[in-house]
């Protein structure tokens, strides 16, 4: 829950962009964690995306539908463009201070995205999503939930790499982003079931990308709670294991 929700300009206006040494706890844990992986071993850099975070800022608490921040994108988009002006401009620092600590991938991470029709992601966050990622000098995953219909725009509006969710096959999502990577996409929920369905799933994933240079197998979202760990390490050994000879699913 948030005590005081964006509402107004003034709103905007009490947000302070935060020095790095706001942070600094979690640049330290990037340095403390570069220093102990082999030299070629990646550190993953996270952010939140800007509409996920001025979706949070706006709603007041969690939300399924978004239709206060759809209010303010078109009752007042002066207010809503200054928040994610400030938003871009934070996000932004921040991402280069993980860069400098040690990370040498970042993933732009917009959980809610998925919520807005293409026309609003284009005019309201494409803009400040593409702020974040140009600004950046190492590569980039730009990851939403529910985008199937953003694949496109969202892939316009940059990163190396567009991370989908179980919601859209993973062949068909590569159809259409292009000339980028892809990272996904195995449903989380799907690990909870026997380990029979798990493998299937995770099989039919690696078919769906055939092999092809550009692929990062990962879950379509955040690993669940009651997940067992146990599952997860059969499942990295299968996707190393099998990987390599799968033939396409096209």
């Known amino acids: ?43 993953i850099g ?20 978004f239709v206060v921040v759809k209010a303010l994108m078109y009752r007042e988009p002066a207010v809503w463009h200054a928040l994610m002006e400030r938003l871009a401009e934070s996000f932004t620092a921040y991402v280069r201070a993980k860069v400098g600590a040690g990370a040498g991938v970042v993933q732009l991470f917009d959980s809610w995205v998925g919520v807005l029709s293409p026309a609003d992601y284009t005019e309201h966050v494409a803009p400040y999503s593409a702020r974040i990622l140009e600004a950046l000098d190492v590569p980039t995953i730009h990851f ?39 990272q996904g996409n195995l449903d989380p929920a799907g690990l909870l079931g026997p380990w029979e369905r798990v493998e299937a799933a995770a099989l039919d994933v690696l078919r769906r990308a055939g092999g092809r240079p550009g ?16 599952v997860l390490t059969r499942l990295v050994a299968l996707v190393r294991e099998q990987a390599p000879a799968l033939p396409s699913a096209r």
């Not at 952010?47 to 539908?65: H, I, K, N």
């Not at 694949?151 to 991370?163: E, N, Q, T």
């Open 1 to 43: 829950m948030i005590e005081h929700p964006i509402r107004t300009a003034a709103d905007v206006e009490r947000l302070r962009i935060p020095g790095a040494d706001a942070f600094e706890n979690v640049l330290d844990a990037v340095r403390i964690v570069r220093a102990e992986l082999l030299t070629n071993k990646a550190v």
């Open 46 to 65: 996270f952010c939140g995306g800007p509409f996920t975070a001025a979706g949070y800022l706006v709603e007041g608490r969690p939300s399924r539908d």
């Open 144 to 182: 939403g939930t529910g985008i199937a219909g953003l694949l496109g725009h969202m892939a316009a509006a940059g990163g190396d790499v567009i991370g989908v969710d179980w919601r859209v096959e993973l062949d068909r999502a590569w159809d259409e982003i292009g000339d980028h990577g892809i």
């Open 215 to 230: 692929h990062i197998f990962n879950l379509g979202h955040g690993v669940l709670p009651d997940t067992d760990p146990d």
